[in-house]
C-alpha cells in the first residue's frame, strides 16, 4: 500500500485578472488535505477510484473521457509507461471543503498524480503533477488559469502568470489568514464565463481593471517578501472592490467580508472564482479569534485559521 496528499490553496489576490495574462498569488492551506491511497485489488478486475467523499465508483476501463478523475489516472499511467487499468484500487478521501474556491478537485487529482507514481516506485516533480494535474481542470472548469494545479503540486506560495513558469517564493514573516466558507457554492466555470462574455462587450473597461488588479498583486509580492503583511490589508480590500466591479461578488460574500472587518481584521475579500466560495481576511494574533468567532455568528458554515510561511512539502 502507498498513499499520498496535497493541500487545499486559496488565492490571495489576483483572481480573473491571471485568465488574462496578469499576475496571481496563491498559498497553500495544510489544515485541509487530499489523500490517495493505492492497494492491490484483490479481485482482479482492473482499476477501480472510490471517491468516498462524492460517495462514487469509478472503473477505469469505463469511465467516460469527461470523467477528470480517471482522466488524471490515464494520463498518469501512461507517464509512467504502465498498462491503462492495473489491477489496482485507489481510495479518495479529502477534508477540503467542495465548491469553496479552495482547490478541492486539483487536489484530489494531485494527490492520486502522487499515489500513482509511488506506487510504481517514483517521485513526480512538481511541475510534471501540475500538467497532469491540469487535465483535470479544464474539465472541471472548462478555461481555467493553471493556478489551482499548480499551487497545489507545489505545496509553497506561487506566483503565477498563466504561460510561464511558477515562481515558488518564500514569505520573510509568517502571516495568518482567517478562511471562512460562505455558505454558497462557488460557480468558477460560470463566473469566469460571464466575466469573458462581459468582456467581449467592453474590452477597454475590463482591461483597465485587469491592470488594477495586476498591480495589487505586485504589491502584494513586495510586501510579502519585504516581511511586512500588514500592507496586504488593503490590498484585500481593493481587490475586492475590483472583482465586484467584475461582478462575481455576491451579497452573502459582502456582508461576510464587512463582518470580519469590523470584528478586527486589517483586510479581506473574496477568495477564487467567486459567485459564493470562500473569503479571506488578515488577521494577527489578537484579531484572529474575534474575527473567526463573528464569522461563524454571522453563519458561516466553517472557518480555517492558517498561517502562511515558508516550508518544505510535509511528508506525512
Given at each position: 500500500m502507498v498513499s499520498a496528499h496535497a493541500p487545499g490553496k486559496v488565492i490571495l489576490v489576483g483572481e480573473h485578472a491571471v485568465v488574462y495574462g496578469r499576475p496571481a498569488i496563491a498559498v497553500p492551506v495544510w489544515e485541509t488535505v487530499a489523500r490517495a491511497r493505492v492497494t492491490p485489488n484483490a479481485a482482479g478486475r482492473g482499476c477501480v477510484i472510490h471517491a468516498r467523499d462524492l460517495g462514487r465508483t469509478i472503473a477505469l476501463a469505463e469511465a467516460g473521457g469527461d470523467e477528470p478523475l480517471a482522466a488524471v489516472a490515464r494520463a498518469t499511467l501512461a507517464h509512467l509507461g504502465l498498462p491503462t487499468a492495473p489491477d489496482w484500487q485507489i481510495d479518495l478521501t479529502s477534508t477540503i471543503p467542495m465548491a469553496s474556491g479552495m482547490g478541492s478537485g486539483a487536489a484530489v487529482c494531485a494527490a492520486l498524480v502522487r499515489a500513482l507514481f509511488a506506487q510504481a516506485g517514483e517521485v513526480p516533480d512538481p511541475a510534471t503533477v501540475s500538467d497532469l494535474v491540469y487535465r483535470a481542470e479544464q474539465i472541471y472548469h472548462g478555461t481555467p488559469s493553471g493556478i489551482d494545479n499548480t499551487v497545489v503540486a507545489y505545496g509553497q506560495p506561487v506566483w503565477f502568470v498563466r504561460g510561464s513558469p511558477p515562481v515558488v517564493f518564500t514569505p520573510a514573516r509568517p502571516f495568518t489568514l482567517v478562511i471562512a466558507d460562505s455558505g454558497e457554492p462557488g460557480l468558477t466555470k460560470q463566473t469566469v464565463a460571464a466575466v469573458r462574455a462581459r468582456r467581449q462587450e467592453n474590452p477597454p473597461r475590463y482591461e483597465t481593471w485587469f491592470d488594477e488588479i495586476a498591480a495589487l498583486v505586485q504589491a502584494a509580492r513586495a510586501a510579502i517578501e519585504q516581511g511586512v503583511p500588514a500592507q496586504l490589508g488593503p490590498l484585500?480590500?481593493?481587490?475586492?472592490?475590483?472583482?465586484?466591479?467584475?461582478?462575481?461578488?455576491?451579497?452573502?460574500?459582502?456582508?461576510?467580508?464587512?463582518?470580519?472587518?469590523?470584528?478586527?481584521?486589517?483586510g479581506a475579500k473574496l477568495s477564487g472564482g467567486g459567485g459564493g466560495g470562500n473569503l479571506i481576511a488578515l488577521v494577527d494574533g489578537v484579531s484572529a479569534p474575534a474575527v473567526r468567532a463573528a464569522l461563524l455568528a454571522a453563519g458561516a458554515p466553517r472557518v480555517i485559521v492558517t498561517t502562511v510561511a515558508a516550508q518544505p512539502f510535509p511528508v506525512a
Open positions: 484585500f480590500d481593493h481587490n475586492h472592490a475590483l472583482l465586484q466591479q467584475l461582478g462575481v461578488s455576491t451579497a452573502r460574500l459582502d456582508r461576510l467580508i464587512a463582518v470580519a472587518r469590523r470584528a478586527g481584521a486589517a
